[in-house]
């Protein structure tokens, strides 16, 4: 089915992006360091008569992934993959994926390198068609595909599948340079997720 056959669909899509944008500009700071202030009843009031039908929130479709990370990666998997690895709890900083990730019902993981401290950050969420769609149009305009780990992408040291039409996966850390870098863990968290 093309673009053109779905014109609901567009409507929906541009709809929810302008409540995106709604919200997200509630986000910008009060003033810039300059003292000039930012009106962000103006963004929304241009943002809304742009919207051909009245804007309603989005709808979280996100379901619980009914996983855990002990299921996603194993002991087993993980020394396969490099004995040097373990599983922690949360680093101090976390990654706006893992962030949403979680807040979508989902889980993130974390295993660092004994040696050289590098973490590794695997999240795995079951977001909706509405959310896949949007990641994989997004995906498709600014990262790089990644045939070798299925329907996958990879940018910034982040691996990013969709498999099937449910789940929204990330492999990601600052020892990644490519997406062959993840494809072990990525195996490993796709053939648990069935």
Request: charged fraction near 15%.
């Amino acid at each position: 089915m093309t673009i053109a056959q779905h014109p609901r669909r567009i409507a929906r899509i541009a709809a929810i992006a302008a409540v995106a944008v709604v919200a997200l500009s509630g986000c910008a700071p009060e003033s810039s360091e300059h003292g000039a202030s930012h009106s962000p009843s103006a963004s929304a009031s241009a943002s809304s008569s742009a919207s051909p039908e009245p804007s309603s929130p989005a709808v979280d479709e996100s379901t619980a992934v009914g996983v855990t990370c002990d299921q996603i990666i194993t002991a087993q998997n993980l020394y396969d993959f490099n004995p040097n690895y373990s599983r922690i709890d949360a680093p101090a900083s976390v990654s706006a994926t893992a962030k949403e990730a979680i807040d979508r019902k989902g889980i993130a993981c974390y295993y660092v390198n004994q040696t050289s401290g590098e973490v590794i950050t695997v999240t795995v969420a079951t977001p909706g068609p509405t959310k896949l769609a949007a990641l994989r149009s997004e995906l498709t305009a600014t990262a790089t595909a990644a045939p070798a780990l299925g329907d996958a992408w990879f940018a910034d040291g982040q691996a990013t599948v969709l498999a099937g039409s449910t789940y929204w996966i990330t492999v990601s850390s600052d020892a990644f340079y490519e997406g062959v870098d993840a494809q072990q863990l990525v195996t490993y968290v796709t053939s648990h997720l069935g």
